[in-house]
């Protein structure tokens, strides 16, 4: 993977993507003042629908004319994701006693290889 091109933009898409989504909360919840649940969906929105558009264009090339459901593909990973994510955060905390915030740490660095490779793999994987 660290030889892959591919994976060096999934990894930049995905820090740019988080700055967004930390971006797009802030100004939604503290200058326009939504509630943060509000402002929560609309950066998971925004990040997810950036992520998907770069990763289509500059990470894997995709030229497939079925840009929709390769959408719901990309959607349906993340959201994956996020379940496996709340999974080992309570496997890693409550079962094994380790501090939530390496947890987190542990969980960032799996589930990127996890998405990148369920991404490669489905989502923007060429159909025939």
Request: glycine share 6%; charged share 10%.
């Amino acid at each position: 993977m660290i030889h892959d091109q591919r994976w060096w933009r999934f990894v930049m898409v995905g820090g740019l993507c988080f700055t967004v989504n930390l971006l797009v909360l802030y100004l939604a919840t503290d200058v326009w003042g939504w509630h943060y649940l509000l402002s929560m969906l609309l950066s998971i929105a925004i990040a997810n629908t950036l992520g998907w558009f770069l990763n289509r264009v500059w990470t894997f090339v995709s030229t497939s004319t079925e840009w929709f459901a390769e959408y719901l593909r990309y959607l349906s990973v993340n959201l994956s994701s996020f379940v496996l994510s709340l999974l080992s955060m309570a496997a890693l905390v409550s079962g094994l006693g380790i501090h939530y915030l390496a947890a987190s740490a542990i969980n960032a660095v799996a589930l990127t290889m996890f998405n990148y490779l369920a991404h490669r793999g489905w989502s923007f994987a060429e159909r025939r």
